[in-house]
């Protein structure tokens, strides 16, 4: 019963800001973009966002043609070449790809294009980016003139105890997530996409608010843009 009484809150808070996404969005009312993640329980600034730049996801069944043809007949973004912008592959059922839009926006405008993207059925989530003037790889590589970083669609997370399980089924259905698989060390990838109730930035600092777990950390990367 100790447990029952939080999910409940929980499912008041979570299901709150759920995505409809069968719905005609309207233009927001406010820029949903977050700046920060949790590190050893105290936000941590990511960067400021770029108002040049989205990241797209697809399902991986699409071919790399269908997807290069979608991205190139949107209005709000300029055609992109996929040998220049490439898909990152990685062990989850979406490809990512970074675009550039037509023109540099504000955020509640590039807000209005991640809803309406998500709209589409092709889209699995649409993100913001972040401004970044590191440039290099972790070995410290140079990977570009101009980098900007961004989400991918899954964080991380680790329960306080293994014993926990439940609690962390419940959280992934209460958000609409699902868990993609566990790692060795006991920690768990979860997937959040355009029906969720968050991105995975959102989901991982909304996890580590719940107090459950000993950390929840979002998927985020860098890919040079010029």
């Not at 912008?85 to 979406?94: C, D, V």
Request: one cysteine or more; aromatic letters at 12%.
């Amino acid at each position: 019963m100790k447990f029952l009484i939080p999910l409940l809150v929980l499912g008041l808070i979570f299901t709150s800001c759920k995505k409809d996404t069968n719905l005609v969005i309207p233009p927001p009312e406010k820029c949903e973009f977050i700046d920060f993640k949790y590190y050893q329980n105290e936000p941590y600034f990511l960067g400021e966002m770029s108002n040049n730049y989205i990241s797209l996801g697809f399902d991986s069944i699409l071919s790399n043609d269908g997807i290069s043809s979608f991205i190139n007949s949107w209005p709000t973004i300029s055609e992109t070449d996929l040998a220049i912008f490439p898909l990152n592959s990685s062990n989850n059922p979406y490809k990512t790809v970074i675009v550039k839009l037509n023109s540099t926006l504000e955020c509640l405008k590039i807000q209005n294009v991640l809803n309406t993207l998500e709209n589409e059925p092709s889209i699995k989530y649409a993100n913001f980016t972040f401004k970044t003037e590191d440039c290099q790889s972790p070995i410290g590589q140079a990977l570009g003139s101009k980098c900007v970083d961004y989400m991918g669609n899954s964080f991380s997370v680790r329960l306080h105890s293994a014993n926990d399980k439940a609690k962390l089924d419940s959280i992934v259905n209460i958000t609409n997530t699902r868990i993609l698989f566990q790692y060795s060390s006991g920690s768990y990838s979860v997937l959040a996409d355009k029906h969720s109730n968050g991105n995975a930035l959102q989901m991982a600092n909304r996890f580590h608010e719940t107090n459950l777990f000993r950390w929840a950390e979002p998927g985020l990367g860098k890919i040079p843009v010029e």
